[in-house]
């Protein structure tokens, strides 16, 4: 079953800081949180950065600045590159290192603020319209393309890039506002 939340994501004033807002659209657990992961280069969630609390039905969640460190952190190849929609022969702009962050919904059943062992994640999509939304670091800026026309250049830091499937990708990083869902599989 499918659950979804709408979300409005925000460039804040700083060049590389993300700010989520959004609003539940279907019923969540009342201690339900959402909480920004760092990710390993297979995808595995390995820390919480960011969460916060779904209160009536809402939510606010900033991004943090810091770049990925550990296992979080590896090199931007068109073998590592894990957006939706995107394969075959990538290329990336070479000696640049990335990380991903990826939106986690959780009941924090102890309401301890964060998320304990005991406490199951339940990964989510994020949609913006008929695009895919992934949350990449790059340590400088870097240029990636591909197949199907796949071809964006990434700033230096965390960026939210906007992939459209079709017969072609489309692809762009968000700027300014704009209107993101947050599909949670239970």
Known sequence: MKRALLLMLAMTSSAHALMLSGSIEDDLPGNARVGAWLVSNAGLP?????????????????LPE?????????????????????????????????????????ADANSSGRREENERLLEASVTAGKASVAFV????????????????????????LVVELGRTLKTSVLSDAATIRLN???
């Open 66 to 106: 810091d770049a990925p460190s550990g296992r979080a952190r590896w090199s931007l190849t068109g073998d590592s590159v894990t957006w939706p929609g995107v394969a075959g022969n990538v290329t990336a702009t070479s000696g640049v290192e990335t990380g991903e962050l990826r939106l986690f919904v959780y």
């Open 137 to 160: 670091y790059v340590n400088r800026e870097s240029a990636v393309s591909g197949p199907r026309g796949l071809n964006v250049t990434l700033p230096a830091g965390w960026s939210a």
């Open 184 to 186: 949670v599989v239970r």
């Open 46 to 62: 390995l820390s919480e950065v960011a969460s916060a609390a779904v209160q009536n039905g809402a939510f606010r969640l900033a």
